[in-house]
Every structure is written in structure tokens, then in C-alpha cells.
DNA sequence: AGAAAACCAACAAAAATAGTCGGGATTAAA
DNA sequence: TTTAATCCCGACTATTTTTGTTGGTTTTCT
């Protein structure tokens, strides 16, 4: 039950993207920099994230990546579906997928995680790029130099 | 975002154990023909479980395991953390980890992980077993020939 | 032209997953 | 007392997924 770093790189990346919404392009390599994420290896991710019509790039020198919605528009859940396909504890709950279950017990253990699944979705589609922009404004006020105030 | 067989696999054998309670103990090989899991791979899961306190085993002919407490005291939380470790989208919000974020900005997703971290538990933990053994008998009721009721 | 960037495809190391294999220890029953 | 059923244990292995790396090509601004 652990995301894996496209994930998480993957939402970082756009949370990035989000606090410079509206400043035109980001190079990708701005990105990697501040978050601390191999370039390269980010590049696959968004790479992803564009096809799937979550950022636009734009080529050439002073070019870059830019949200392609607006931040309130593009949820946690629009990322990590992006990034690690449909959210699926047990693969007889995704969508795309028919499988039938073999006995009874394993129909009944699938209500488990259709039950898992819609917590998932509607905890990561409840929180959009937008709601972290503002986390993000109101830690920077309450705590000048950058502040970490969220150590565990 | 998607428990492995041992998770699955893990929650399927207990609730079979559970469906027999009360009946003494079920030898291994039961179970993994029931459930159609490889014998020896369940042994390592059961294995685990069973450092877990979850359930007991009596050796020798005849032996077999048993649920270690009653079902409705047993959750698949329980039997999943047992499994996969604590539950944590990311290693930051796992608790016997000390990680500090290195920046501002992968402390405010943490949030993310921690609420969803949270969601996850609460769907887990609030699944007994004994709530999955009160389905397979409404769902025997309902269709007496073993049925399949919730294929997709 | 030159530099900055996105774009692309192949490769590869490391870790996790999902088992397999072979035997040893314990116990009930014949 | 042997035998069969069963749990117990450790080592091995194949496959897949993750997490990158390498080395380019193309596009566009200055």
C-alpha cells in the first residue's frame, strides 16, 4: 500500500508548477533542481502528464512546462491516475478489467476493495492543486525562512 | 497504489479460517486449495500472520491453524499491516520513521499522504472479519448454489 | 550560428514480488 | 512403534516493477 516515486515526484513536479502558475514557462530542469529529483527521470514522468493533457510544454530555448488547467482544476487523483494507472487495490476492481472471481470468498473480499478504492479516489480528488498552493502561502506567512513546519 | 498477493492473498485465508470457526483447526492445505494459492507461498504468509498473534497452529497429523481471537475481533487492517507493512503512501508518514522533508514543498504533500494514510486505516479497520463472514451468508441465502453474486 | 530547452528510445541496476524446493520437527492414529 | 499428516524453516530462483541512466535528435529563441 505505498505509492511509488512517480507518484509522488509526479505530484511534487505539478505543485511546482502550481506555485508558479501564471509565470509562463518552467524548464524542467528548474523543477528537478528544487525538488530534488533526477532530470532525466522526471522527464518520463512528465512526459506522461502531457499526454494524459495535465501540463502543456513549449520547445525551444525558454521554453518549458505549464499547468495545462488551472490549479483549482487539477486534483491530486488526475496526477497519481495519471502516473500509476487507475487506482486499483486488487485488479478485479479496475475498471478497465473484466475478471471473474473464482469462488465466493474472493467475491466477497472484492467489496473490500471497492470499498478501499472510492476512500482512495475521494480523498485524492478532494484536494486539488489549488488547496496546496494555499497550504503552501499560509506555512510561508506563519514562518518566514522557508520553514519546514511540517516536520514529523 | 495496489496491495500485493500477500495482502490479498493474506485477507482470503483468514477469512476462509474465519468461516470455519469454531471448528477446530484447518490444516494449510485446505485452505490453499479452497482459495486456489499456492501451498507453500501461503505457508510464508500464514507464517507472518502467526508471529502476528493472529492466528494459532497445532502441529502434528490432524494440526492446522485457527483464528488466534474471535472474528469480529480481527480487521483487515490487521491482517494487512501484519501482511505489507504499516500503511503509508509515503515513507514520511510511516511511524517508526524519522524523515525530515528536505523542502517546503514535499512537506505540504505530506499532507496529502497523511490524510490519505489516515482514510486507508479508518476503510480498513473498520472491516471485521466477522462482517465479511455475515456476507457470505446473506449471500448464500440469496442464491443457494454458490453464487457468484458479485461478479462485475 | 549557438544555446537552451523539449523530446525520444534504449539500456541497466536494484528491489520487490511471487513463488519453488527440500528437508526437519511434531503429533495423532493405525 | 511405525506411519502419515501436518507445521516449521531456510535457501534458492524467476519475473516484474521500480528507479533511474545514457546518448542522442529536434525545436526555437537570441
Redesign the interface.
Known amino acids: 500500500?505505498?505509492?511509488s516515486t512517480k507518484?509522488?515526484y509526479g505530484?511534487?513536479a505539478m505543485?511546482?508548477l502550481a506555485?508558479h502558475y501564471g509565470e509562463g514557462t518552467t524548464p524542467l530542469r528548474s523543477i528537478a533542481e528544487?525538488?530534488?529529483i533526477s532530470e532525466h527521470y522526471l522527464e518520463q514522468l512528465i512526459a506522461v502528464l502531457r499526454k494524459s493533457g495535465l501540463v502543456n510544454s513549449v520547445r525551444g530555448a525558454h521554453g518549458g512546462y505549464l499547468l495545462a488547467k488551472e490549479p483549482p482544476e487539477i486534483t491530486?487523483g488526475d496526477i497519481?491516475r495519471a502516473l500509476?494507472g487507475p487506482?486499483?487495490?486488487?485488479d478485479?476492481v479496475a475498471e478497465d478489467?473484466?475478471?471473474?472471481?473464482?469462488?465466493?470468498?474472493?467475491?466477497?473480499?472484492?467489496?473490500?476493495?471497492k470499498?478501499?478504492q472510492e476512500?482512495?479516489n475521494?480523498?485524492?480528488d478532494s484536494?486539488s492543486l489549488e488547496d496546496?498552493r494555499q497550504?503552501?502561502i499560509n506555512?510561508?506567512q506563519k514562518d518566514g525562512h522557508?520553514?519546514?513546519?511540517?516536520?514529523?
Chains 1, 2 share one sequence.
Open positions: 500500500m505505498k505509492l507518484g509522488r505530484v511534487r505543485f511546482d506555485l528544487r525538488q530534488n491530486i497519481i500509476e487506482i486499483a487495490p486488487s478485479c478489467v473484466e475478471k471473474d472471481c473464482e469462488n465466493i470468498e474472493e467475491c466477497i473480499t472484492r467489496l473490500i476493495w470499498q478501499l476512500s482512495i475521494e480523498v485524492l484536494i496546496l497550504e503552501a506555512a510561508k522557508h520553514g519546514y513546519l511540517y516536520h514529523i
